[in-house]
């Protein structure tokens, strides 16, 4: 069972990058929550933004509202973040994770398995 993301890279300030995470040995499952984080040099790891597989309800930080998507494939158990008008303090390592719970889908203590991380850097 494992999460495996990809995309990410180097972009200028006010670009776009895709990320995806797809899913394998486990599909996603109703009470699903699918999660981004983000973690910044120096920084704690934070909530980017989370889907709800069940009723594709989807919750973003203020910081990204209106600029990241958050998206799904369910056909290929797959979840994407769009991220557009990027701004260097979007740098960080993002990584997607799944709760299996239906816990806080804003804490990651409530996600059970994690893919690895993919860099986002953003220069201004």
């Known amino acids: 069972v494992q999460l495996q993301a990809s995309g990410g890279g180097l972009v200028l300030a006010g670009g776009s990058l895709g990320l995806a995470c797809a899913a394998s040995?486990?599909?996603?499952?109703?009470?699903?929550?699918v999660g981004w984080f983000r973690q910044a040099p120096g920084k704690e790891r934070e909530f980017v933004a989370a889907?709800?597989?069940?009723?594709?309800?989807?919750y973003y930080a203020d910081s990204v509202k209106g600029r990241f998507t958050i998206s799904r494939d369910a056909a290929k158990e797959t979840v994407y973040l769009q991220m557009n008008n990027l701004k260097p303090e979007d740098t960080a390592v993002y990584s997607c994770a799944v709760n299996w719970r239906g816990g806080n889908y804003k804490s990651q203590d409530e996600y059970n398995l994690w893919g690895q991380g993919t860099q986002v850097t953003v220069s201004s």
């Open positions: 040995g486990r599909p996603f499952y109703a009470n699903d929550y």
């Open positions: 889907l709800r597989w069940r009723n594709y309800n989807r």
